[in-house]
């Protein structure tokens, strides 16, 4: 039987599983959302819809566009979704267990060599794969965030993942409109690897008192044509979440540049985890907007 | 002879059966026996919708996923004893497509050789969305009626006479010379048609007289024909340029744009979907793309929605006034589309004052024209003005005939630019 991609599972509704879904949905594909329950689903079909509102008052989409995709995601709380589906993805919390058991649900129900792809910057997809009956069908893809815009995803080869279902993942990244960046299993993969010392250096000068974290950023920015400075991009990342991947990489690897940054901890201990507390390295409105910029850190004509 | 007429979009195949020939043509007795579409093709319901004249409509739901089980399935329903017009697929003579871009490589209807469709495969780098919807379709019924003969009708081809003034664009010229960078204009199929038929409504030889089409729909675009010739129109390098649109912003400052980028920090996704999508009428009254409701909100006293009605139509004026320029004096104005067969509004407003060149509006004969042919002028003016609802199906099938019979005119450009 000839494999095509018409319908996609996600598993998992939150922020990634619903910028999948969207633009899964925009590339005219079904998309089944499966969350546990069907208040959770509401929930989370309300902030799609929020978010869909926002795109449009952006002039990403249009309302025409909005209804279209709205109406190509089914919400669902059973796994059965997964029986109907081309491939399946998981957008779940980074936890081995969890994500472990979806994966078991869905080989079960799916052809042999329908992919089934992992969301992870951190778990092993080998470990995962290897729990179920089909680890040749099992890999993993890295989104970047924000989502919706990064046109970059890594797609993770296992040790067992065959080439037939790799390539198929590849196709799927196209599909979403991004760019595939082939990589194998190790941690960090390529882009958090590089990243993380990066932004761990930034904080470290921060707290050596070298510079202020605006002027840090802004040389960055105007420097190496970057578009959002390292700190910023931690604070929009959220630092809780940052200071886990660097912590998971000290683990993984016992490498010096992945000791996190005493700066980072202790504002992670504080609460001040950037944008969604309204402030990290630095302040910002409701709607995520900076309120504390250089007065030279504004977009304009050169 | 019995021509399929397909024009194909990415996700909808719309299809018409025009009875058309030589005598037919002559006598504008052209007959549309079916029109039709598949839409939402690639999905697990698309759906057909067949309407043949005198009948109430037919509509069936299926999955097709690509093109050629569209169209598998249209000459099926065709065909189809109950609800078909035809006994067999063999009484189609010919396929008429419509292409929309065909750059500089095409100046007339053509006949689909290999040659050809690869040409028009090379064009889709000017319309990225278009011409590869449309070379689908191609593919598609070329697969199924491969014994006969398939002609592509282009929205380009018409206006390709216009001269180098009127279609280069000021900035350096290696832009022209290394991407083709030009005003092509579209809607060339329409512009044609109803100056064509405005010139046999008035009795007069077409070669003889200058007319200003516009062609109000959903795009707009306006034209200077200039005995049968068309010598500039309001639409460029894509169908953006020129009079505001439902969503679309037509003519505007281009510093804008890096200025907005800069400004709301916007991509150039954003900025492409705002100017085409966010914008015109819609943008302007924030009521809606509509020309129908943003009238009703204006005539409700809706500021907006009256200011956005006047950009429409005062743009239309201007241009009116431009090509009159530019062509030393008109003959008559047509107008078509449905914004431009249906509104008295727009065509009172877009005509007003221009009483000093000649044209007088028939304002009780305006306000009770809608979708059908007539003159809008007084019997004094002497500049006319009409209605003529365009047919771009009549068009393409016609052009068929044409091409087979060889008595195709080409749209030769003036002039080459090297």
């Not at chain 1, 390529?190 to 250096?201: A, G, M, S």
């Not at chain 1, 990342?237 to 000290?250: A, C, P």
């Not at chain 2, 109950?82 to 095409?106: K, L, M, P, Q, Y």
């Not at chain 2, 002609?151 to 000021?170: E, K, S, W």
Request: with cysteine; glycine share 8%.
């Amino acid at each position: 039987m000839t494999w095509e991609l018409h319908n996609v599972s996600i598993i998992g509704a939150g922020m990634m599983g619903r910028s999948i879904a969207t633009k899964v949905a925009q590339q005219g594909l079904n998309v089944c959302l499966k969350e546990i329950s069907m208040e959770r689903a509401e929930e989370c079909r309300q902030t799609l819809e929020t978010t869909l509102d926002h795109q449009i008052a952006r002039f990403n989409i249009t309302e025409t566009e909005k209804k279209v995709i709205l109406s190509r995601i089914h919400w669902v709380t059973q796994f059965d979704c997964a029986e109907e589906c081309d491939l399946a993805i998981e957008t779940v919390q980074e936890k081995f267990d969890l994500k472990r058991d979806i994966v078991q649900e869905l080989d079960r129900r799916m052809p042999a060599e329908y992919p089934i792809v992992i969301n992870t910057s951190t778990l092993s997809i080998t470990e995962i794969a290897a729990a179920s009956q089909n680890p040749g069908r099992v890999l993993g893809m890295h989104f970047l965030y924000p989502v919706t815009s990064t046109r970059v995803v890594e797609v993770v080869r296992g040790q067992l993942t065959k080439d037939v279902v790799y390539d198929r993942a590849v196709e799927f990244a196209r599909l979403l409109d991004k760019v595939p960046i082939k990589v194998f299993e190790m941690p960090g993969f390529v882009t958090t690897r590089v990243v993380l010392p990066l932004v761990n250096e930034a904080m470290h000068v921060v707290m050596e008192g070298v510079a202020s974290a605006a002027e840090v950023d802004l040389a960055l920015k105007l420097g190496y044509d970057f578009r959002t400075g390292p700190l910023e991009w931690a604070d929009r990342v959220g630092l809780d979440r940052v200071l886990n991947w660097i912590q998971h990489m000290f683990q993984e690897t016992g490498e010096a540049r992945f000791r996190p940054c005493p700066l980072l901890k202790r504002l992670v201990r504080a609460g001040l985890l950037g944008t969604k507390t309204g402030r990290g390295f630095f302040t910002y409105d409701v709607n995520r907007r900076r309120l504390d910029r250089l007065p030279d850190d504004r977009p304009g004509l050169a | 002879m019995k021509i399929l007429v397909l024009n194909s979009g990415s996700s909808s195949v719309k299809f018409q059966i025009v009875e058309t020939d030589l005598e037919r043509m002559q006598a504008h007795q052209d007959e549309t026996l079916a029109i039709g579409q598949v839409e939402k093709i690639g999905l697990s319901d698309s759906r057909l919708l067949l309407q043949v004249p005198g009948r109430s409509a037919y509509q069936d739901y299926r999955e097709v996923l690509e093109h050629r089980a569209a169209i598998e399935w249209v000459l099926r329903v065709l065909v189809d004893p109950e609800n078909g017009i035809i006994s067999s697929t063999d009484e189609i003579g010919a396929v008429g497509h419509r292409v929309v871009h065909g750059g500089e490589a095409f100046a007339s209807s053509v006949l689909m050789t290999p040659d050809v469709v690869s040409q028009i495969e090379e064009c889709t780098v000017l319309a990225p969305l278009h011409n590869p919807a449309n070379l689908r379709g191609y593919y598609a019924a070329h697969a199924i009626l491969s014994e006969v003969p398939h002609v592509a009708v282009f929205d380009t081809a018409y206006h390709q006479t216009m001269p180098a003034h009127a279609f280069l664009y000021g900035i350096p010229f290696q832009f022209y010379t290394k991407h083709h960078l030009r005003r092509y204009g579209f809607h060339g199929t329409s512009h044609r048609f109803v100056s064509y038929r405005a010139s046999q409504i008035l009795g007069w030889e077409r070669a003889e007289k200058r007319y200003i089409t516009c062609h109000l729909g959903n795009g707009c675009s306006i034209a200077a024909i200039d005995r049968g010739r068309s010598i500039d129109t309001s639409m460029g390098f894509t169908p953006l340029e020129g009079l505001l649109m439902g969503t679309r912003s037509g003519d505007l400052d281009p510093a804008i744009i890096p200025w907005l980028m800069a400004m709301e920090e916007m991509t150039l996704h954003q900025v492409n979907t705002m100017l085409n999508k966010h914008s015109g009428l819609y943008g302007v009254s924030g009521v809606s793309s509509d020309m129908r409701e943003v009238l009703k909100a204006r005539d409700a006293g809706h500021q907006r929605a009256d200011v956005a009605f006047r950009i429409f139509s005062y743009r239309i004026r201007k241009y009116i006034g431009a090509y009159t320029a530019a062509m030393g004096g008109v003959d008559a104005v047509v107008f078509t589309g449905g914004i431009g067969e249906h509104s008295p509004e727009v065509r009172a407003w877009a005509l007003d004052g221009l009483g000093f060149m000649g044209l007088e509006l028939d304002v009780d004969r305006n306000a009770r024209v809608r979708g059908e042919e007539a003159e809008i002028t007084t019997a004094e003016s002497a500049v006319k003005a009409l209605v003529v609802p365009t047919n771009e199906e009549w068009v393409i099938a016609r052009d068929v005939i044409r091409v087979l019979n060889d008595i195709m005119p080409s749209f030769t450009p003036p002039e080459t630019m090297t």
